[in-house]
């Protein structure tokens, strides 16, 4: 839940917790960003992150470090765990481990960052996938933990006369949240605040990177490129959001890049 705040996740999709805007203190950073800087040196660059403003981070492709000791960094940097991207792979190989080293982190949520090319093969594919998730979910309930799934842009694309993202809708289990990525579905040809609107409750994390369409479309921090984000921020106000997340595949200078996001984030922010 948002730090000093209470939880919105169980709360009716007209009550008044969803009526709040975005908090200085739900802002956070995926840490698959600074990836290159994290693998030569995780205690500087978390360092570097919570003097660009940050408080909390998503984890993602961190370099092999155990759960206690990752712990301490961490805590050092004054940077508190929110999530986890933990591959459908890892999962499906060991989900209690998974499970187990998130729990020792005190890290909430455990999103799935996407598929595997055989996963999304046909519809019934993407059916066997939402299945083998929803058999995650009691798993990742008995810690203490929340399951979500993170989309790119394939997710919208036609598949067997729907789409994976729709199968999606229907198949996962009500416990698994969505964690809309506001640029990829730009890419795919969707309106990120009608898809928030549209997902409703299911949404409790958003990742904020901006679009810039041409001459091909790349990824930019929040604040840089094309995307209503004072709309899609309200919209994450009607359905409840807890976190929203700066993050970018490519990015240009990480630790500038993730300073700009921050700032521009933050003066949106109540």
């Not at 591959?87 to 949520?109: E, H, K």
């Not at 090319?117 to 929803?134: C, E, I, L, Q, Y």
């Not at 993202?165 to 506001?182: C, M, N, Q, S, Y």
Request: glycine fraction near 8%.
């Amino acid at each position: 839940m948002p730090a000093g705040g209470t939880s919105t996740a169980d709360a009716p999709s007209t009550g008044m917790a969803y009526r709040r805007a975005m908090k200085h203190d739900q802002i956070a950073l995926q840490l698959y960003t600074v990836r290159e800087l994290t693998a030569t040196d995780l205690p500087g660059t978390l360092r570097a992150v919570a003097d660009a403003g940050y408080g909390s981070v998503e984890l993602a492709a961190m370099p092999p470090t155990e759960p206690a000791a990752l712990k301490r960094l961490l805590a050092d940097a004054n940077l508190r765990p929110i999530a986890s991207h933990e591959g459908i792979g890892s999962m499906r190989a060991d989900a209690v481990a998974v499970a187990d080293r998130l729990a020792t982190l005190s890290c909430p949520r455990l999103i799935l960052p996407g598929m595997e090319h055989a996963d999304r093969s046909s519809a019934d594919a993407v059916r066997r996938f939402a299945d083998d998730v929803n058999g995650f979910v009691g798993i990742v309930a008995d810690r203490g933990l929340r399951l979500g799934y993170h989309n790119h842009d394939w997710e919208f694309e036609p598949l067997d006369g729907t789409t994976t993202w729709d199968i999606l809708l229907e198949r996962l289990a009500p416990e698994v949240e969505l964690e809309i990525d506001v640029y990829w579905a730009a890419v795919a040809g969707r309106n990120p605040v009608t898809l928030i609107r549209e997902t409703g409750g299911r949404v409790r994390t958003l990742h904020m990177k901006d679009l810039i369409a041409k001459p091909q479309p790349h990824d930019a921090p929040a604040g840089d490129g094309e995307l209503d984000f004072p709309a899609i921020i309200a919209a994450g106000r009607e359905v409840g959001i807890e976190w929203y997340i700066a993050e970018q595949d490519d990015p240009q200078s990480p630790i500038d890049d993730i300073g700009r996001a921050h700032l521009y984030l933050a003066s949106l922010a109540d």
